[in-house]
């Protein structure tokens, strides 16, 4: 299983970025794909998650109305769309892949894709 990450970069206060996560290496019908990130000096922390099949979808509150995840079945890929950004949004975003149910600990997830960094400047 490959998880290939991009899209991250650096943009302003209030700017926007979508990540895409690429995902490779078997069917993932009974995965769900989660978005995590940590900043230096601070824990993985959960962003959002997706099921590949069905229309389930969570997110961390400090991101709700501000980010979207989405998926594309046909292309393998999820993105997460980052609109008003902030600058305690910046860190190194990563997906990742589990089966079975969404979950927020980073711990529950079997395979990561590399990072991507984030950084909003103020």
């Known amino acids: 299983v490959q998880l290939q990450a991009f899209g991250g970069g650096l943009v302003q206060a209030g700017g926007s970025l979508r990540l895409s996560c690429a995902a490779s290496?078997?069917?993932?019908?009974?995965?769900?794909m989660g978005w995590f990130r940590q900043a230096p000096g601070k824990e993985r922390e959960f962003v959002a998650a997706i099921r590949w099949i069905g229309s389930r979808i969570y997110y961390a509150d400090s991101v709700k109305g501000r980010f979207t995840i989405s998926r594309d079945n046909a292309k393998s890929t999820v993105y997460l769309q980052m609109n008003s950004l902030k600058p305690e949004d910046t860190a190194l975003y990563y997906c990742?892949?589990?089966?079975?149910?969404?979950?927020?600990?980073?711990?529950?997830?079997?395979?990561w894709g590399q990072g991507t960094q984030v950084t909003v400047s103020s």
């Open positions: 990742a892949a589990k089966l079975g149910s969404a979950t927020m600990s980073p711990g529950d997830y079997d395979y």
């Open positions: 290496g078997r069917t993932f019908s009974n995965y769900v």
